[in-house]
């Protein structure tokens, strides 16, 4: 079972040790979707630090495995963003929640917004702009290594009529 992930993953553990049924020492992997192979250590499976190769030889340290992206000033920042940015539908009783997804490219900005699930009255379309107008993300990272990461995002909207 576990193999059938790593293939599907298009990874590879080259070098590992267990103790005590946990990771131990150093273990050497390849990860091929990355075109990466990084050496990771670990104490009784509590992982330690690392250090990945990318394919022009470059190496990243890195002493946490797998960083999702954040905007530069928070998420608070964010939210109130779309608060402040977002043009609710003027009709009476409007509520619900928006389903938004985007990725965030390796140099932070946004890209490919799309909308889940939308409510009416335009809600989809206006989710969409207000979610692109944002600026500076934190791009994720996976191995010390910038990677595009897709995010999703509900938005409760509530009209005050």
């Known amino acids: ?11 590879a553990i080259l070098h590992l040790e267990i103790k005590n049924g946990f990771k131990d020492s150093t273990w050497v992997g390849k990860d091929k979707k990355l075109k990466i192979t ?13 250090v990945s190769i990318d394919s ?3 190496g990243h340290k890195y002493t946490v495995s797998e960083i999702r992206p954040i905007p530069k000033k928070g998420m608070d920042n964010f939210n109130r963003h779309i608060a402040r ?13 928006i389903y938004v997804t985007f990725v965030v ?3 932070g900005s946004i890209t490919d917004v799309r909308v889940l699930r939308d409510i009416g009255y335009g809600s989809g379309a206006e989710a969409i702009r207000a979610v692109s107008l944002y600026k500076g ?3 994720g990272e996976q191995r010390g290594i910038k990677v595009r990461c897709k995010f999703s995002l509900p938005i409760a909207v509530q009209s005050t009529r």
């Open 105 to 107: 490219e390796t140099d």
């Open 137 to 139: 993300w934190i791009p």
């Open 1 to 11: 079972m576990e193999m059938e992930i790593m293939k599907r993953l298009k990874m």
């Open 85 to 97: 940015t977002f043009n609710t539908p003027k009709v009476e009783g409007f509520k619900g929640k």
């Open 56 to 58: 022009n030889k470059e």
């Open 38 to 50: 990084y050496t990771e250590n670990y104490n009784n499976g509590d992982f330690i630090s690392g």
